[in-house]
Nanobody, 124 residues
Framework: QGQLVESGGGLVQAGGSLRLSCAAS????????MGWFRQAPGKERELVAA????????YYADSVKGRFTISRDNAKNTVYLQMNSLKPEDTAVYYC?????????????????WGQGTQVTVSS
C-alpha cells in the first residue's frame, strides 16, 4: 500500500521561505515521477512543480518560476519543495503526488497516489 505524507507547512510573512517535504512508503520511490499541487479555497487544484524519477527533468508553473525549487532524495524516499519569496497568493493546501514512470507528468489525472496535504499560509 503506497502512502505519501507531506510536512513543513505553516504560517510565514510575505517574502519569507518554507520547505515542504513528502515522505513516501510502500513504493519503489526511485521509479516514480513526483509532483506538487496546491489548492486554495474556492479554486481548482493546480500543478506547482513536477520532477522525473532521477531528478534530471523538472517543470514549474509560470507563477512560481524563479521562486520555488523541486528536488528529490531517492535514498531518503523524499521529495522537497523549497519555496522562497513567498506571496499571499501562494496560500493554499499543498499536495504531493506520484506515478510510477520514467517520465514527467503535468496533468492531475496522470497521478496515481496522493498525500493528505499540508497548509501554507502567507501573510501580507
Amino acid at each position: 500500500q503506497g502512502q505519501l505524507v507531506e510536512s513543513g507547512g505553516g504560517l510565514v510573512q510575505a517574502g519569507g521561505s518554507l520547505r515542504l517535504s513528502c515522505a513516501a512508503s510502500g513504493l519503489t520511490f526511485s521509479t516514480y515521477a513526483m509532483g506538487w499541487f496546491r489548492q486554495a479555497p474556492g479554486k481548482e487544484r493546480e500543478l506547482v512543480a513536477a520532477i522525473n524519477w532521477s531528478g534530471g527533468s523538472t517543470y514549474y508553473a509560470d507563477s512560481v518560476k524563479g521562486r520555488f525549487t523541486i528536488s528529490r532524495d531517492n535514498a531518503k524516499n523524499t521529495v522537497y519543495l523549497q519555496m522562497n519569496s513567498l506571496k499571499p497568493e501562494d496560500t493554499a493546501v499543498y499536495y504531493c503526488a506520484a506515478r510510477r514512470s520514467m517520465y514527467l507528468y503535468t496533468e492531475e489525472s496522470e497521478y496515481r497516489y496522493w498525500g493528505q496535504g499540508t497548509q501554507v499560509t502567507v501573510s501580507s
